[in-house]
């Protein structure tokens, strides 16, 4: 594993915070255009899968533009957005020891990517979602859950379109029903090969949903991180991967 230190906050107690606001309409308008995309391929029988893989795509392209640049801003949409659940959605429940996870960031940190780390142990770069674009040229931003100040009304539209904005997801549990909601959002998974949800990709027969790593330690995740990362350069073959986790 490569030794360049990974930038990481230092343990800190979370203290639950009080909801200081809610969110504004105009805040929810950010991400328009990626959302309604996402909300006309729900009617699948209507649409073809090429047509549809068409529009998720565009979608996620448009919704990466809002998280990691502010309105107008120049942003490189072809790098990878990886999302990492450290924590539950929730930030409730641990799922990757903290020890190990510094240890994975720093090889994480020579590549060429964006990574969001869902957290509920450390303290938060952000005090609500809304503040992403704000962080766009940080290689590692640290999402709290437990403390977002923007109030509960906002938390399922935001956390949306997160998720529609991501490319990968690193997760380190097999929580069905995460695993259900990413790949509604076409995002390809990097998991457990245990998981009954998730076929490793295979570029030869090009079949496939996920990139699964055989045991849970540092060098079979980082390797299969990496082989995911490889073919996010070939955008035939990526989408291919997104058309069978929409199937």
């Given at each position: 594993m490569?030794?360049?230190?990974a930038k990481a906050h230092?343990?800190?107690?979370?203290?639950?915070?009080?909801?200081?606001?809610?969110?504004?309409?105009?805040?929810?308008?950010?991400?328009?255009?990626?959302?309604?995309?996402?909300?006309?391929?729900?009617?699948?029988?209507?649409?073809?899968?090429q047509?549809?893989?068409?529009?998720?795509?565009?979608?996620?392209k448009e919704a990466?533009?809002?998280?990691?640049?502010?309105?107008?801003g120049?942003?490189?949409?072809?790098?990878?957005?990886l999302?990492?659940?450290?924590?539950?959605?929730?930030g409730?429940k641990?799922?990757?020891?903290?020890?190990?996870?510094?240890?994975?960031?720093?090889g994480?940190?020579?590549?060429?990517?964006?990574?969001?780390?869902?957290?509920?142990?450390?303290?938060?770069?952000?005090?609500?979602?809304?503040?992403?674009?704000?962080?766009a040229?940080?290689?590692?931003?640290?999402?709290?859950?437990?403390?977002?100040?923007?109030?509960h009304?906002r938390?399922?539209k935001?956390?949306d379109?997160?998720?529609?904005?991501?490319?990968?997801?690193?997760?380190?549990?097999r929580?069905?029903?995460?695993l259900?909601l990413?790949?509604?959002?076409g995002?390809?998974?990097?998991?457990?090969e245990?998981s009954?949800?998730?076929?490793?990709?295979?570029?030869?027969?090009?079949?496939?949903n996920?990139?699964?790593y055989?045991r849970?330690?540092?060098?079979s995740?980082?390797?299969?991180?990496?082989?995911a990362?490889?073919?996010y350069?070939?955008?035939?073959?990526?989408?291919?991967?997104?058309r069978?986790i929409?199937?």
């Open positions: 490569p030794s360049q230190k230092s343990p800190k107690k979370v203290v639950k915070k009080v909801v200081v606001k809610k969110i504004k309409k105009t805040e929810l308008e950010a991400f328009s255009k990626g959302q309604d995309a996402f909300d006309m391929m729900e009617d699948q029988e209507v649409m073809s899968s047509r549809m893989l068409k529009m998720m795509m565009d979608g996620k990466k533009k809002e998280v990691l640049g502010k309105m107008g120049a942003i490189d949409t072809k790098t990878p957005l999302i990492m659940f450290a924590s539950d959605l929730n409730e641990t799922h990757f020891p903290e020890e190990s996870l510094y240890k994975l960031l720093e994480l940190l020579i590549l060429n990517l964006k990574i969001i780390i869902i957290s509920g142990n450390q303290r938060s770069d952000l005090n609500n979602l809304g503040e992403l674009p704000e962080h040229e940080n290689h590692i931003i640290w999402y709290n859950p437990k403390q977002d100040n923007s109030g009304g938390e399922e935001e956390i379109r997160l998720l529609l904005a991501c490319d990968m997801a690193l997760v380190f549990d929580q069905h029903d995460l259900k990413l790949m509604k959002y995002i390809v998974i990097i998991g457990e245990t009954p949800f998730l076929e490793n990709y295979h570029p030869n027969t090009e079949s496939g996920a990139f699964t055989p849970r330690d540092l060098w995740i980082f390797a299969t991180l990496v082989r990362l490889e073919t350069k070939f955008p035939y073959d990526w989408q291919n991967i997104v069978q929409l199937k």
